[in-house]
T-cell receptor, first 113, second 112 residues
Framework: SAVISQKPSRDICQRGTSLTIQCQVD?????MFWYRQQPGQSLTLIATANQGSEATYESGFVIDKFPISRPNLTFSTLTVSNMSPEDSSIYLC??????????FGPGTRLTVT | GENVEQHPSTLSVQEGDSAVIKCTYSDSASNYFPWYKQELGKRPQLIIDIRSNVGEKKDQRIAVTLNKTAKHFSLHITETQPEDSAVYFC???????????FGKGTRLSVIA
């Protein structure tokens, strides 16, 4: 598996502001992904974060709203920009090694007021 | 793109009974099918997975079966215990560097 940490674990933010979430892995990984999980719902992929190239976004998610950085093989950030109450959710990063398995970080619980 | 359907959405069983959760997928190119368990307030945890070159895989009380022709796979939990109570998600991907597509989840309650 992998040891994955996320910062912050939770935050309460005002609408119109931005929050950057960090994801750190204990060893190099090929792929990192960002998901959103709204209360009582499943996981929805936001984007795939590739090291050395721009992130690949899923339908309904755009770079201006969710800019992502992947400066190296152990770290990524997701920014939630110009937040509204609809952005209140849990944001999770996941990592994939050479094999197929994906492991999740502990998540960041975001509340927008 | 891939679409994963999961049933049932909720499942209650008596302790010691078996539980079965079923998923179907749409893209015949998918070849990797993991199952995650998510307890309240915690991250999804990979509990078992299967690849398309295998029809069944077992790990103690849990097993997964795959029918590629019908494009469905199932999670079987035997001798259920209260600590099995959680939300279970199935997922599918084409493996390699492709992301997972998740089902909507099944809330399993094991009644002591």
């Amino acid at each position: 598996s992998a040891v994955i940490s996320q910062k912050p674990s939770r935050d309460i933010c005002q609408r119109g502001t931005s929050l950057t979430i960090q994801c750190q892995v204990d060893s190099q990984v090929t792929m990192m992904f960002w998901y959103r999980q709204q209360p009582g719902q499943s996981l929805t992929l936001i984007a795939t974060a590739n090291q050395g190239s721009e992130a690949t976004y899923e339908s309904g998610f755009v770079i201006d709203k969710f800019p992502i950085s992947r400066p190296n093989l152990t770290f990524s950030t997701l920014t939630v920009s110009n937040m509204s109450p609809e952005d209140s959710s849990i944001y999770l990063c996941s990592v994939q090694r050479e094999s197929y398995e994906q492991y999740f970080g502990p998540g960041t619980r975001l509340t927008v007021t | 793109g891939e679409n994963v359907e999961q049933h049932p959405s909720t499942l209650s069983v008596q302790e010691g009974d078996s539980a079965v959760i079923k998923c179907t997928y749409s893209d015949s190119a998918s070849n990797y099918f993991p199952w995650y368990k998510q307890e309240l307030g915690k991250r999804p945890q990979l509990i078992i997975d299967i690849r398309s070159n295998v029809g069944e895989k077992k790990d103690q009380r849990i097993a997964v079966t795959l029918n590629k022709t019908a494009k469905h796979f199932s999670l079987h939990i035997t001798e259920t215990q209260p600590e099995d109570s959680a939300v279970y998600f199935c997922a599918a991907s084409m493996g390699g560097n492709t992301p997972l597509v998740f089902g909507k989840g099944t809330r399993l309650s094991v009644i002591a």
